[in-house]
């Protein structure tokens, strides 16, 4: 287990994130920091069980997916996720503002820690790399709260 991205998913981002304006956008894609912030909630929802996905990647990419989970390679700028997970536009804000979407986006995150504390050997699906134990989702959602974080200039 990586202790330093563990830290950040933790303890860093929220503040970061907490500081953008909510009409803030990023330096590419489509989202404002809202919006962006709500996203990632809903990940981390995905994560601890709360939403399902159908997989949508073939059973034969999983193992070049799994490896790129555990590379340093980050997501390039403009990743996009599937249609069937994200949409081509950004939905629309659901909170009523920034502050509420922080607040939210700390309580999924702790739910997803909370998830796993007593195994985190079980899994859940992600739509795309399939069946994710704690430490792969920990892998994960570092390296997208790092893609969000360059988008938005927060790191």
């Known amino acids: 287990m990586d202790i330093n991205k563990l830290n950040f998913i933790q303890q860093q981002f929220v503040p970061l994130a907490a500081a953008l304006p909510a009409e803030s956008k990023g330096k590419w894609g489509k989202m404002n920091a809202q919006q962006m912030v709500e996203h990632v909630t809903g990940f981390f929802k995905v994560s601890a069980g709360k939403i399902h996905f159908d997989i949508v990647s073939p059973e034969e990419h999983w193992p070049k997916l799994r490896a790129f989970l555990y590379s340093e390679k980050e997501f390039r700028e403009n990743t ?49 790399f399939a069946h994710l134990n704690f430490e792969e989702w920990v892998l994960l959602h570092y390296k997208h709260l790092q893609h969000h974080g360059k988008q938005f200039g927060l790191v």
């Not at 503002?97 to 739910?111: C, F, G, H, P, V």
Request: glycine content about 0%.
């Open 80 to 128: 996009k996720a599937p249609l069937e997970i994200v949409p081509e536009e950004p939905l629309m804000v659901r909170t009523a503002n920034m502050e509420t979407a922080i607040a939210a986006l700390q309580k999924s995150i702790d739910d997803f820690i909370l998830y796993f504390k007593d195994d985190p050997l079980k899994t859940t699906t992600h739509p795309v």
